[in-house]
Protein backbone atom coordinates (compact mmCIF):
# COMPACT_ATOMS: atom_id res chain seq x y z
CA UNK A 1 0.00 0.00 0.00
CA UNK A 2 1.31 3.31 -1.05
CA UNK A 3 1.98 6.01 1.77
CA UNK A 4 2.78 9.57 2.70
CA UNK A 5 3.62 10.04 6.14
CA UNK A 6 3.67 13.21 7.92
CA UNK A 7 5.25 13.55 11.30
CA UNK A 8 2.38 15.43 13.49
CA UNK A 9 -1.00 15.68 13.19
CA UNK A 10 -1.16 18.34 15.08
CA UNK A 11 1.48 20.88 16.21
CA UNK A 12 1.37 23.84 18.54
CA UNK A 13 4.34 26.49 18.25
CA UNK A 14 4.60 29.67 19.30
CA UNK A 15 5.42 32.91 17.37
CA UNK A 16 9.41 33.49 15.97
CA UNK A 17 9.99 29.59 16.47
CA UNK A 18 11.56 27.10 14.07
CA UNK A 19 8.90 24.84 13.04
CA UNK A 20 10.28 21.82 10.50
CA UNK A 21 7.24 19.82 9.18
CA UNK A 22 8.70 16.37 7.80
CA UNK A 23 7.00 14.33 4.99
CA UNK A 24 8.28 11.10 3.84
CA UNK A 25 7.19 8.57 0.62
CA UNK A 26 8.09 5.38 0.04
CA UNK A 27 7.15 4.81 -3.67
CA UNK A 28 10.13 5.94 -5.30
CA UNK A 29 8.61 8.80 -6.43
CA UNK A 30 10.71 12.00 -8.05
CA UNK A 31 8.70 14.48 -7.16
CA UNK A 32 7.09 15.92 -3.80
CA UNK A 33 5.53 18.53 -3.28
CA UNK A 34 3.92 21.11 0.10
CA UNK A 35 0.85 22.89 0.35
CA UNK A 36 -0.86 25.28 2.45
CA UNK A 37 -4.70 24.23 3.03
CA UNK A 38 -7.14 27.41 3.96
CA UNK A 39 -10.69 27.53 4.35
CA UNK A 40 -11.57 29.49 1.11
CA UNK A 41 -8.56 29.56 -0.85
CA UNK A 42 -8.17 25.51 -1.48
CA UNK A 43 -5.19 23.97 -1.78
CA UNK A 44 -1.68 26.77 -2.67
CA UNK A 45 1.18 25.12 -3.79
CA UNK A 46 4.40 26.52 -1.06
CA UNK A 47 7.73 24.67 -2.91
CA UNK A 48 8.10 21.80 -5.09
CA UNK A 49 11.46 19.04 -5.80
CA UNK A 50 12.09 16.86 -8.19
CA UNK A 51 15.03 15.62 -7.57
CA UNK A 52 17.09 15.28 -4.69
CA UNK A 53 18.65 18.65 -3.50
CA UNK A 54 16.20 20.35 -6.50
CA UNK A 55 13.64 23.11 -5.56
CA UNK A 56 11.37 24.93 -7.25
CA UNK A 57 9.18 27.95 -5.69
CA UNK A 58 5.23 27.75 -6.01
CA UNK A 59 2.88 30.40 -5.68
CA UNK A 60 3.35 31.45 -2.04
CA UNK A 61 6.94 30.74 -1.01
CA UNK A 62 7.68 33.59 1.47
CA UNK A 63 8.20 32.69 4.87
CA UNK A 64 9.09 29.26 3.81
CA UNK A 65 11.97 26.75 2.97
CA UNK A 66 12.48 23.05 2.06
CA UNK A 67 15.04 20.88 2.29
CA UNK A 68 15.27 17.12 0.48
CA UNK A 69 18.78 15.54 1.07
CA UNK A 70 16.88 12.24 0.16
CA UNK A 71 14.62 11.29 -2.48
CA UNK A 72 12.16 10.18 0.08
CA UNK A 73 12.40 13.12 2.59
CA UNK A 74 11.12 16.46 1.75
CA UNK A 75 11.35 19.20 4.85
CA UNK A 76 8.94 22.14 5.13
CA UNK A 77 10.45 24.82 7.35
CA UNK A 78 8.90 27.87 8.81
CA UNK A 79 12.25 30.12 9.76
CA UNK A 80 10.59 32.09 12.21
CA UNK A 81 6.56 30.97 12.63
CA UNK A 82 4.12 33.61 12.66
CA UNK A 83 0.23 33.85 13.34
CA UNK A 84 -0.59 33.80 9.72
CA UNK A 85 1.07 31.04 9.08
CA UNK A 86 -1.43 28.81 10.92
CA UNK A 87 -2.66 25.92 8.47
CA UNK A 88 -3.40 23.06 7.32
CA UNK A 89 0.02 21.71 5.36
CA UNK A 90 -0.19 19.01 3.19
CA UNK A 91 2.59 16.80 1.62
CA UNK A 92 2.23 14.92 -1.29
CA UNK A 93 4.41 13.02 -3.92
CA UNK A 94 4.31 11.89 -7.88
CA UNK A 95 6.50 9.47 -10.34
CA UNK A 96 7.53 11.73 -12.80
CA UNK A 97 5.87 8.94 -15.19
CA UNK A 98 2.17 9.79 -13.95
CA UNK A 99 2.87 12.97 -12.79
CA UNK A 100 -0.24 14.17 -12.24
CA UNK A 101 -1.60 11.82 -9.97
CA UNK A 102 0.15 12.90 -6.75
CA UNK A 103 -0.38 11.20 -3.73
CA UNK A 104 -1.19 12.96 -0.58
CA UNK A 105 -0.64 12.64 3.32
CA UNK A 106 -3.01 13.13 5.67
CA UNK A 107 -1.81 16.87 6.54
CA UNK A 108 -0.45 18.49 9.59
CA UNK A 109 -2.39 20.92 11.35
CA UNK A 110 0.15 23.82 12.31
CA UNK A 111 -1.55 26.47 14.86
CA UNK A 112 0.87 29.06 15.80
CA UNK A 113 0.15 31.11 18.99
CA UNK B 1 -3.20 32.47 -16.38
CA UNK B 2 -4.21 28.68 -15.83
CA UNK B 3 -7.31 28.87 -13.45
CA UNK B 4 -9.65 26.33 -11.82
CA UNK B 5 -13.15 27.92 -10.70
CA UNK B 6 -15.71 25.15 -9.15
CA UNK B 7 -18.74 26.37 -7.48
CA UNK B 8 -19.22 27.07 -3.85
CA UNK B 9 -20.63 24.67 -0.85
CA UNK B 10 -21.70 23.52 0.88
CA UNK B 11 -23.73 21.42 -0.56
CA UNK B 12 -26.41 19.31 0.99
CA UNK B 13 -28.32 16.30 -0.14
CA UNK B 14 -30.11 13.70 0.68
CA UNK B 15 -29.22 10.19 0.26
CA UNK B 16 -29.92 8.94 -2.76
CA UNK B 17 -30.12 12.33 -4.93
CA UNK B 18 -28.14 13.66 -7.75
CA UNK B 19 -25.06 15.21 -7.51
CA UNK B 20 -23.52 18.03 -10.24
CA UNK B 21 -20.46 19.83 -8.65
CA UNK B 22 -19.99 22.46 -11.46
CA UNK B 23 -16.52 22.95 -12.57
CA UNK B 24 -14.46 25.11 -15.26
CA UNK B 25 -11.19 26.31 -16.23
CA UNK B 26 -8.87 28.41 -17.86
CA UNK B 27 -5.78 27.37 -19.61
CA UNK B 28 -3.41 28.63 -22.13
CA UNK B 29 -3.20 24.69 -24.28
CA UNK B 30 -4.92 21.47 -23.26
CA UNK B 31 -4.58 20.61 -20.09
CA UNK B 32 -5.63 17.02 -18.29
CA UNK B 33 -8.85 17.89 -16.03
CA UNK B 34 -9.26 15.86 -12.65
CA UNK B 35 -11.51 15.15 -9.30
CA UNK B 36 -9.32 14.58 -5.95
CA UNK B 37 -11.95 13.93 -3.02
CA UNK B 38 -10.78 14.26 0.33
CA UNK B 39 -12.76 12.31 2.96
CA UNK B 40 -12.48 13.91 6.38
CA UNK B 41 -9.00 13.42 8.18
CA UNK B 42 -7.61 12.64 5.30
CA UNK B 43 -5.49 13.96 2.60
CA UNK B 44 -6.26 13.84 -0.68
CA UNK B 45 -6.73 11.47 -3.65
CA UNK B 46 -7.60 11.45 -7.21
CA UNK B 47 -10.95 10.36 -7.98
CA UNK B 48 -10.80 10.56 -11.61
CA UNK B 49 -8.86 12.28 -14.69
CA UNK B 50 -9.19 13.05 -18.93
CA UNK B 51 -6.36 14.19 -20.66
CA UNK B 52 -8.21 15.29 -23.77
CA UNK B 53 -11.72 16.85 -24.65
CA UNK B 54 -14.65 14.78 -25.05
CA UNK B 55 -13.26 11.87 -22.48
CA UNK B 56 -15.08 10.82 -19.50
CA UNK B 57 -13.39 9.82 -16.57
CA UNK B 58 -15.16 7.56 -14.04
CA UNK B 59 -14.79 5.82 -10.51
CA UNK B 60 -17.18 4.82 -7.49
CA UNK B 61 -20.09 5.48 -9.78
CA UNK B 62 -18.57 9.37 -10.23
CA UNK B 63 -18.11 10.69 -13.52
CA UNK B 64 -17.43 14.22 -15.09
CA UNK B 65 -17.21 14.84 -18.76
CA UNK B 66 -14.40 16.79 -20.67
CA UNK B 67 -15.94 19.83 -22.55
CA UNK B 68 -13.51 21.77 -24.41
CA UNK B 69 -16.25 24.34 -25.94
CA UNK B 70 -17.48 25.00 -22.52
CA UNK B 71 -14.00 24.50 -20.93
CA UNK B 72 -16.02 22.80 -18.32
CA UNK B 73 -15.82 19.35 -16.15
CA UNK B 74 -18.75 18.74 -13.87
CA UNK B 75 -18.65 16.14 -11.46
CA UNK B 76 -21.73 13.98 -11.50
CA UNK B 77 -23.43 11.15 -9.58
CA UNK B 78 -26.41 9.60 -9.76
CA UNK B 79 -27.19 8.64 -6.15
CA UNK B 80 -25.18 9.70 -3.65
CA UNK B 81 -24.75 7.80 -0.30
CA UNK B 82 -23.63 9.31 3.29
CA UNK B 83 -20.01 7.79 2.53
CA UNK B 84 -19.62 10.35 -0.51
CA UNK B 85 -19.84 12.91 2.50
CA UNK B 86 -16.16 14.67 1.51
CA UNK B 87 -14.80 17.84 0.11
CA UNK B 88 -14.30 17.58 -4.04
CA UNK B 89 -11.55 19.60 -6.08
CA UNK B 90 -10.89 19.98 -9.64
CA UNK B 91 -7.90 20.38 -10.86
CA UNK B 92 -5.78 20.81 -14.37
CA UNK B 93 -2.66 19.63 -15.23
CA UNK B 94 -0.12 19.69 -18.51
CA UNK B 95 -0.28 16.00 -19.31
CA UNK B 96 3.45 14.82 -19.86
CA UNK B 97 5.45 17.22 -18.23
CA UNK B 98 7.32 15.23 -15.15
CA UNK B 99 6.99 17.74 -12.65
CA UNK B 100 2.99 17.72 -13.00
CA UNK B 101 1.98 20.73 -11.02
CA UNK B 102 -1.25 20.66 -10.16
CA UNK B 103 -3.65 23.83 -10.09
CA UNK B 104 -6.85 22.91 -7.99
CA UNK B 105 -10.05 24.89 -7.51
CA UNK B 106 -11.07 25.83 -3.62
CA UNK B 107 -12.96 22.83 -3.30
CA UNK B 108 -16.54 22.26 -2.71
CA UNK B 109 -17.73 20.67 0.67
CA UNK B 110 -20.71 17.82 0.35
CA UNK B 111 -22.58 16.39 3.16
CA UNK B 112 -24.88 13.91 2.19
CA UNK B 113 -27.54 13.03 5.14
CA UNK B 114 -29.54 9.67 5.87
Known amino acids: DVKVTQSSRYLVKRTGEKVFLECVQDMDHENMFWYRQDPGLGLRLIYF???????EKGDIPEGYSVSREKKERFSLILESASTNQTSMYLC????????????FGPGTRLTVT | GNSVTQMEGPVTLSEEAFLTINCTYTATGYPSLFWYVQYPGEGLQLLLKATKADDKGSNKGFEATYRKETTSFHLEKGSVQVSDSAVYFCALSFYGGSQGNLIFGKGTKLSVKP
Open chain 1, 92 to 103: ASSSKFYSYEQY
Open chain 1, 49 to 55: SYDVKMK
